[in-house]
């Protein structure tokens, strides 16, 4: 059972203003690889111990983050059920609550209100629900009785049309009641790595929707939805841009991998075609292989998982990598992507700055097209940066207008000619390796004692081999399920018969509702009733 844990001073001290709030809500916004997780499940823990019977409820904004959740949560013994559905009902008693996602929120907000009447619910990445306003409809549906509310946010966000339920706005700007910024966490150290922005230059020729011809490089100032061309002409897999994008970073990752031997890149895609298509460049320009994750496919996930624990290269997505997944070896990325709202990108940064414990050198390098709006986006975070780690970089070029979003173009129509990259942006010197912010002594005074978890079926006490206690269960269903078919085989009885008898002395109604005792003592019993049947039979 997990007894103590070990904070970041920003995590404690976020802790200890919830603790002293008492008020059902609590935003805390702090910036990507700062911790969140880890301070979420802390709070969580303190308040399962203090209140029995309490269920916890995390939503999350995708379906990889709900395992990823679940498997976090494991680990401070508390047991979350990532597969749970309205139709489940209710919980196994030794399931502390559930992860979901807002989207299965807003499709079953009543069905899930009973299950957080009493519940602590954790609304990660909050400014999701402001992208429907349904989701925020169906958020207040559902967890305005819940007995408390932590929202998290990587990223201070804004109303805009649609406010989110249990914030508070000043103006149309939310409100945190704990705030970690990325110059914050550099200062602190050992806490996130600074991120440099390599950029490329490149003389695009395309033909518009409207059949006009058009050749800038990024440095012309031209209309919003000119720009939004002159970008996909930039990613076009067709052109020189990419490709040789894609080779400096890759050999900036190879410079990383020196030292930092199991060192990971991201390309950010458009859409799922391009994403397929940049990693047939790979192949065929740098003969590397890269991972592809893509919505449309079914083992995206999985793929995810992997990378994250393997030692490829590169992995190549659309939004499935944008945020909250916790890929710690990613160093280097290419931003290849027409969605350039502030949001998206520091959430793109984000996937670049998780902190390696031991390990020294840690910069990351984005790479992105010297565009204004994406160049004002990486200006603002090297000015943290330079503040924080107090030297000069070279990236003195103005910033130029032009903060808005890409118009929608008939794509259709669109056809890019060329694209060259030109000299300029940030030099060569750009691969040179070079130590980080130092990380700082260990702090007694930050390692805080786990209060234990209600005893009985709540109790401590995670799965064999690192599974979560939904992944054991499933194992045990599968088990009880194979015994029952070979008692069935051997005693001529119907499979309800058998199941019938086996739940019985299990003293369950049916096998989902089970604990992993029950299913355990139904596992005993089919054993039994096996070896005895198979005994009569020889005899």
């Known amino acids: 059972m997990a007894r103590t844990v070990t904070l970041r001073p920003w995590q404690k001290a976020a802790l200890e203003r919830l603790a002293a709030g008492g008020a059902a809500d609590f935003l805390a916004v702090a910036t ?28 999350v904004p995708t379906a990889h983050l709900k395992a990823q959740w679940a498997l976090a949560a494991s680990a401070f013994d508390m047991h979350l ?10 919980l196994p008693g030794d399931m502390h609550g559930v992860v979901t996602t807002y989207q299965q929120v807003a499709a079953g907000a009543d069905a899930m209100r009973p299950l957080a009447a009493n519940a602590m619910v954790i609304l990660d990445e909050l400014h999701h629900a402001a992208e429907d306003r349904a989701w925020g409809d169906a958020l207040r549906t ?10 998290l946010s990587g990223t201070p966000f804004r109303s805009d049309t649609h406010a989110i339920p249990f914030v508070r706005y000043q103006g149309d700007e939310a409100v945190p009641d704990y705030e970690y910024g990325y110059g914050d966490a550099l200062a602190d150290g050992g806490v996130v790595r600074p991120v440099y922005f390599p950029r490329v230059d490149g003389m695009m020729e395309w033909s518009a929707p409207d059949g006009s011809l058009h050749a800038h ?34 050999d900036q990752l190879l410079v990383i991998r020196k030292r930092h031997p199991d060192a990971g890149g991201l390309v950010i895609a458009t859409d ?33 998982s992997r990378f994250g624990s393997g030692t490829d290269p590169w992995i190549v997505a659309v939004r499935m990598v944008a945020e909250g997944v916790d890929i710690p070896r990613l160093r280097v990325g290419v931003f290849a992507t027409t969605t350039t709202t502030e ?20 910069k990351s390098f984005l790479y992105i097209p010297d565009e204004p709006r994406l160049r004002a986006r990486a200006f603002a975070i090297a000015e943290q940066r330079r503040h924080s780690l107090r030297h000069e970089d070279r990236e003195a070029s103005p910033l130029l207008a032009g903060d808005r979003p890409l118009a929608d173009e008939q794509i259709s129509l669109f056809a890019p000619i060329s694209a060259v990259p030109l000299t300029g942006g940030d030099g060569p010197d750009w691969v040179l390796e070079g130590d980080g912010p130092p990380e700082p002594a260990a702090d007694a005074a930050l390692t805080i004692a786990l209060p234990p978890l209600p005893g009985g079926a ?4 995670g799965a064999p081999d690192g599974r979560t206690r939904r992944e054991h269960k499933a194992r045990l269903r599968r088990l009880n399920a194979e ?50 049947a198979s005994s009569r039979r020889v005899g």
Request: aromatic share 6%; no cysteine.
């Open 343 to 362: 949001l998206f990108f520091r959430q793109a940064v984000g996937r670049l700055v998780r902190w390696t414990r031991g390990s020294s050198g840690q």
């Open 217 to 250: 490089s990024f440095e012309d100032p031209i209309a919003a939805a000119l720009a939004g061309q002159r970008l996909r002409t930039a990613y076009s897999v067709e052109g020189e841009w990419l490709p040789h994008v894609l080779r400096q970073a890759h």
């Open 32 to 59: 990507p690889g700062a911790g969140k997780t880890t301070f979420a499940l802390t709070a969580a823990r303190q308040a399962l111990a203090a209140e029995p019977g309490m269920r916890l409820i995390v939503v």
């Open 272 to 304: 799922q075609e391009h994403a397929k298509a940049i990693a047939r460049l790979f192949t065929d320009r740098l003969k590397v292989r890269a991972v592809v994750a893509t919505s449309d496919d079914p083992e995206a996930s999985a793929h995810i």
């Open 483 to 532: 015994k029952g078919r070979l008692i069935a085989h051997h005693t001529g009885l119907t499979h309800a018969a058998v199941n019938r008898e086996l739940n019985r002395v299990a003293g369950i109604v049916k096998v989902g509702d089970a604990t992993v005792e029950q299913l355990e003592h139904r596992l005993d019993k089919a054993d039994t009733w096996l070896r005895q």
């Open 142 to 151: 559902a967890f305005d009785t819940a007995r408390r509310r932590l929202a």
């Open 81 to 90: 059920d990532s597969q749970w559905s309205p139709a489940d009902g209710g």
């Open 458 to 461: 709540w109790g401590a006490g």
